[in-house]
């Protein structure tokens, strides 16, 4: 028991019955003895005395011999089974490596052809710096991790701790240029598909008053015609749609009217960072992010501890992490003060709900709960709901439910719209080599 074997062959040698020579087929296996077994029962499959054959096998006795074959000893007939013996070591585990700074080389190349033709912007938002570690904040990759990292090196209140996600999503640390000259630059980059939908759920459907004054009223004041009063002084009720085509109202070179400043969480990644102007050493990606993400942690030189916690734990953590920041708009005080003009505290947490749903966070089911019920529900009791649905839908499943949300958002663009935001975000595509014309939308 617990060695494995791969078969030669297996000789029957019967002075009476005629068998001499027989071999089983060769797809036929064994393992331990009752492995032998079953090999030996498969020879006698012809036979018509399978059961008088088994009684004699069960009691034989099987040995090794120094050949590596195992002999039965019976009183009538004689078995050999030549297999091989081999060890019960354990394959190793294929380790997965890091893309990282495989795709920014080739960003840098890609900038340096003299065919490229791709913008030298300068960068246009802040930088995350510790020691001469740099990276370049997109919002909508994974910036409220990082974040975090940067605050356990450079704040001392958090320079012992073990776990980044002890730090609470509502703690801030703005991003600066420093004249300290890095030694190794970060960036972070995501689908823009991809983006623009996380973009819309985070900031849009969440019940977040805040992101609805920033984008959501001016969109619809911009391009919703008999729009009621309501929607325009809350902006709460802005469609994937009127998102989209105020993202092409912003950022076409096209379109002459500039009907406000570009929001950074749609802003094209490339006029974020300027990877054509700012050398990159590690382009990491939203898609690989668990496992791109270690290597800043590494290159941080942030406790061992962490990256052991992170590789072991990280989804999880992740998944517990965004499930409470989702949880928690509902409640917050600041953002029920704005938001109850707008729509009902029930209606809050429903949109709360959605988002977790439209995120891959938890499973398909309405919300359990009944407006009346939602009067004296407290925060902890809504996330111990969320996980409760979380932990019964396989993450299959969940992921499953993300996409077909993602599909769902899409299916409301126009093929000129799509067209649109193909061409304004066509430099994020080649350069970090996304596909600008997945099937899945543009053919459906």
């Not at 067209?419 to 975000?425: D, P, V």
Request: with cysteine.
């Amino acid at each position: 028991t617990g060695a494995g074997y791969s078969r030669q062959g297996l000789v029957i040698a019967d002075r009476d019955d005629g068998m001499e020579g027989h071999k089983t087929p060769p797809e036929a296996t064994a393992g331990d003895g009752a492995g032998v077994h079953h090999m030996i029962a498969s020879t006698f499959q012809n036979t018509g005395d399978i059961d008088g054959y088994f009684r004699q096998l069960l009691q034989a006795d099987m040995t090794w011999n120094n050949s590596g074959s195992v002999q039965l000893q019976i009183p009538e007939i004689m078995v050999e089974l030549n297999v091989t013996k081999k060890t019960t070591q354990k394959p190793k585990p294929l380790v997965k490596k890091t893309d990282g700074y495989n795709l920014a080389s080739r960003v840098r190349a890609k900038c340096s052809a003299p065919s490229g033709r791709f913008a030298v912007h300068k960068p246009k938002l802040g930088t995350y710096q510790s020691g001469k570690t740099e990276l370049c904040i997109i919002w909508k990759v994974g910036t409220t991790f990082v974040k975090r990292l940067f605050m356990m090196k450079t704040l001392p209140k958090y320079q012992d701790l073990i776990n980044p996600y002890d730090i609470s999503f509502e703690q801030d640390l703005p991003g600066k240029r420093s004249p300290i000259a890095a030694t190794t630059r970060f960036m972070f980059v995501r689908d823009p598909y991809q983006r623009l939908v996380s973009a819309y759920v985070d900031k849009l459907v969440a019940p977040n008053p805040v992101y609805w004054k920033i984008i959501s009223v001016n969109a619809i004041r911009q391009l919703r015609k008999n729009a009621t009063r309501l929607s325009q002084q809350c902006g709460h009720d802005l469609t994937f749609r009127e998102f989209i085509q105020y993202v092409i109202l912003t950022l076409d070179p096209r379109v002459l009217r500039k009907p406000a400043r570009p929001d950074g969480h749609f802003l094209i990644q490339t006029d974020i960072c300027g990877p054509c102007r700012v050398k990159y050493d590690f382009v990491g990606k939203m898609e690989t992010f668990g496992l791109d993400s270690i290597e800043l942690v590494r290159k941080m030189q942030i406790s061992n501890k962490t990256i052991d916690l992170l590789q072991q734990n990280g989804s999880v953590l992740a998944s517990d992490d965004a499930i409470r920041d989702s949880c928690h708009q509902p409640f917050h005080a600041g953002f029920k003060k704005a938001y109850i003009n707008c729509i009902s505290f029930y209606e809050a947490l429903k949109r709360a709900w959605l988002k977790m749903q439209m995120r891959g966070l938890i499973g398909p089911e309405e919300m359990p709960l009944t407006e009346a019920q939602s009067t004296t529900l407290t925060l902890e009791q809504f996330y111990q709901m969320a996980l409760k649905s979380r932990d019964a839908c396989p993450s299959s499943e969940r992921k499953k439910l993300q996409h077909e949300h993602f599909l769902k958002s899409y299916s409301t663009i126009t093929p000129q719209e799509l067209e649109k935001i193909r061409l304004i975000y066509a430099q994020d595509f080649k350069l970090f080599e996304y596909d600008d014309r997945p099937s899945e939308l543009f053919n459906s």
